[in-house]
T-cell receptor, first 111, second 116 residues
């Protein structure tokens, strides 16, 4: 029942940019794209979210295609500590709705 | 930086016993959540809580589960009669303050519940 599709795993060399894709072809007009990550069974950690414009914060950049059917999370200079499972989640903006996690992408940063 | 805390970090209980998992959300947050993650599986939403009542709950959150905010700081999840399949990591999360739209949820480190 997940609304998003992500590759199960990816590798990236330390210091390089990690680009994590996500397909969300059925996204509705009022739904945002959120990214969270989970480092080795710790609690999930919020990374970034966006509606239709590209977004950047201190952790990452989010690129959303013009038709909003897919997006890419970019970690500009990946470090070993970025090894984690990354979840792309589509959800209406505000309020008390729970998050629906899929299986995510296991990103492994190689030294 | 404010953070969500959870106690205990690990709870072992016998099948059929009641357990209470405790969380202290970020102090000015208004929305509170419980999730669980069975080992090797996805994180699953259980329940959300706002304005002293349940806002949304999943199919997992049946009559064996209850939540409470007994005072201004704690948020608890009670499992009345634990089953082996309740063994999981339970995460508390909180979000939202004031009247702005709520976006990010902040998660605690989790309580590992082991039912024997």
């Amino acid at each position: 029942d997940a609304k998003t599709t992500q590759p199960p795993s990816m590798d990236c060399a330390e210091g390089r940019a990690a680009n994590l894709p996500c397909n969300h072809s059925t996204i509705s007009g009022n739904e945002y794209v959120y990214w969270y990550r989970q480092i080795h069974s710790q609690g999930p950690q919020y990374i970034i979210h966006g509606l239709k414009n590209n977004e950047t914060n201190e952790m990452a950049s989010l690129i959303i295609t013009e038709d909003r059917k897919s997006s890419t999370l970019i970690l500009p200079h990946a470090t070993l500590r970025d090894t984690a499972v990354y979840y792309c989640i589509v959800r209406a903006g505000g309020g008390a709705d729970g998050l629906t996690f899929g299986k995510g992408t296991h990103l492994i940063i190689q030294p | 930086e404010p953070e969500v805390t959870q106690t205990p970090s690990h709870q072992v209980t016998q099948m059929g016993q009641e357990v209470i998992l405790r969380c202290v959300p970020i102090s000015n947050h208004l929305y509170f959540y419980w999730y669980r993650q069975i080992l090797g599986q996805k994180v699953e939403f259980l329940v959300s809580f706002y304005n002293n009542e349940i806002s949304e709950k999943s199919e997992i959150f049946d009559d064996q589960f209850s939540v409470e905010r007994p005072d201004g700081s704690n948020f608890t999840l009670k499992i009345r009669s634990t089953k082996l399949e309740d063994s999981a990591m339970y995460f508390c999360a909180s979000s939202g303050h004031g009247f702005v739209l709520v976006f990010e949820q902040y998660f605690g480190p989790g309580t590992r519940l082991t039912v024997t």
